[in-house]
């Protein structure tokens, strides 16, 4: 019985020495593990913050010391002033993560509460989409993930649209370029460019046939593809398919133009130009 008892007291001993080996190393790490785990609150401008962990490179968004969460999406990649205000508070430029599925967005104040719009649908971390500035036009940036532009002197969004009442139209549009007084949108489309005004719909059409955009758009794939492998060998990724259309709409910038005549803004370049579209009929409307 005691040579039991010694034993016992013998393993108690010996646990005790590991356990006080043990929890000096535990509790000498837990500040640097809390230090890496406290939220910081980063004012941005007006009553917007942003929150996260040090060490991670997704923030949420907070208007007046609450979470803001825009179409739902709750953390973001990128967010900052855009330049002008509305409301009293600066407009927003934001990018969310891979797993919210928003894409780029505008948040803006109006009446005190923040608004969101989409600028593109293009959800990806490694390469968010931040607009194409319009060539001849640093205040425009393109958005042709989405067909839509921003104005960043103003924070105006436009959106053209391609279709008259009625019509079927199976090509994507691209947004290519915008007029000067941001009333008018030029539109790729598969046969042809559509113009339309921002607040009345497509009004003319350039001649820029299928055939014409595979001799005018041949070298740009070869030109994407060739990014992109750059791209990747320095341990990046972009999104080609993006590029190509953004590659598109620089070609088009430079290579028409727009002229303003008597019946409205025209659309010119490779001795083509934009022409009225067909007046539409009663069953049309």
């Known amino acids: 019985m005691k040579i039991w008892r010694r034993r016992a007291l013998a393993c108690c001993v010996a646990m005790s020495a590991v ?6 190393a535990v509790v000498q790490a837990q500040p640097a593990s809390n230090a890496d785990h406290l939220k910081a609150v980063e004012p941005i401008g007006g009553d917007f913050a942003l929150q996260g962990y040090p ?3 997704l923030r949420t968004i907070l208007y007046r010391g609450k979470i ?9 990649v990128h967010v900052k002033p855009l330049g002008p205000t509305q409301g009293g508070q600066p407009m ?11 894409g780029t967005i505008l948040i803006a104040v109006q009446n005190g509460t923040p608004l969101a719009r989409v600028l593109s649908p293009t959800v990806d971390l ?5 607009g194409l500035a319009q060539p001849g036009r640093q205040d425009v940036l393109l958005f042709t993930a989405g067909s839509r532009a921003l104005v960043t002197s103003t924070g105006q969004v436009l959106w053209f649209e391609h279709k008259r009442p009625k019509e079927y139209i199976h090509s994507i549009p691209l947004l ?12 790729l489309l598969d046969n042809q460019i559509r113009l339309a005004r921002f607040d009345d719909g497509p009004y003319a059409s350039v001649p820029f046939t ?4 595979a001799k005018a758009f041949a070298g740009l794939w070869e030109e994407s593809s060739q990014a992109a492998k750059k791209a990747l060998d ?3 990724r972009i999104d080609q398919r993006r590029l190509y259309n953004n590659l598109k709409a620089a070609w088009i910038n430079q290579h028409f133009a727009w002229r303003q005549g008597k019946d409205g803004w025209q659309f010119t370049g490779l001795d083509l130009t934009s022409a009225p579209l067909p007046a539409l009929t009663a069953r049309e409307h």
């Open 19 to 24: 356990m006080a080996a043990i929890v000096p």
């Open 55 to 57: 060490k991670s490179h």
């Open 68 to 76: 803001y969460r825009p179409l739902n999406a709750y953390e973001f």
């Open 92 to 102: 927003l430029l934001a990018v969310s993560n891979d797993f919210m599925g928003v």
């Open 126 to 130: 490694r390469d968010p989409d931040m």
């Open 176 to 187: 290519v370029s915008v007029s000067p007084d941001n009333r008018q949108g030029a539109l």
């Open 210 to 213: 299928k055939d014409r955009q």
């Open 234 to 236: 320095a341990g990046q």
